[in-house]
């Protein structure tokens, strides 16, 4: 079955630099979810769309930002990167946000600032 | 306090036992509840989702749900070295726009040892 892809994998930056990580959800699935996982962290909520439209927000820094496009893939940009920003960067899609749609992740994309 | 709150390990059980993991949270409108097991490095794996007060089976897998304590447990029976993993509790914001908000517990890592 098809899964949630995000690219790339492993992505390493300067600080100050800027990332932008890419995640195609599941087909048909209208929803998304970014959550930022730091080493020995559980992750953490950062944004969601659904239906092309920012449904919630997190603990997002105002540096990040995020859209979901027309083909419902969705990208983070982050910019002035920082070495606290170095973490797990999961996206997750789930059908609809009703209760209870249960969120399948993608594999992740580790972000090393240096 | 931490909104979800998981049984400090780490967790070790034999081969063949009957492993229990823990969970509490703090939000009484919570209406969604999730584990999920993760492998170093690797994203989420949703095991088990449960919405509804008591128990639910899905093969070696048990989740109870008791609303009135805010309390939801995950069991493996039988657990083999491959369940070996850290295991996520998370439960679904009640207030937001976005049921896949998700709230996540530290995680409770278990060893199943031959």
């Known amino acids: 079955a098809a899964g949630v892809i995000q690219s790339p994998r492993h992505l390493i930056k300067e600080k100050r630099e800027t990332a932008t990580l890419k995640c195609y959800p599941i087909p048909r699935h209208d929803t998304v979810y970014w959550y930022q996982q730091g080493p020995g962290q559980d992750p953490q909520f950062l944004i969601s769309f659904y239906e092309k439209m920012q449904s919630d927000k997190g603990s997002i820094p105002d540096r990040f930002s995020a859209q979901q496009f027309s083909d419902y893939h969705s990208e983070l940009n982050m910019s002035s990167l920082e070495l606290g920003d170095s973490a797990l960067y999961f996206c997750?899609?789930?059908?609809?946000?009703?209760?209870?749609?249960?969120?399948?992740f993608g594999n992740g994309t580790r972000l090393t600032v240096t | 306090q931490k909104e979800v709150e998981q049984n400090s390990g780490p967790l070790s059980v034999p081969e063949g036992a009957i492993a229990s993991l823990n969970c509490t949270y703090s939000d009484r409108g919570s209406q969604s509840f999730f584990w999920y097991r993760q492998y170093s490095g690797k994203s989420p794996e949703l095991i088990m989702f449960?919405?509804?007060?008591g128990d639910k089976e899905d093969g070696r897998f048990t989740a109870q749900l008791n609303k009135a304590s805010q309390y939801v447990s995950l069991l493996i029976r039988d657990s083999q070295p491959s369940d070996s993993a850290t295991y996520l509790c998370?439960?679904?914001?009640?207030?937001?726009?976005?049921?896949?908000?998700?709230?996540f517990g530290q995680g409770t890592i278990l060893t199943v040892h031959p």
């Open positions: 997750a899609s789930s059908l609809g946000t009703a209760t209870g749609s249960p969120l399948h």
């Open positions: 998370a439960v679904g914001d009640a207030g937001g726009t976005s049921y896949g908000k998700l709230t």
């Open positions: 449960i919405y509804s007060n």
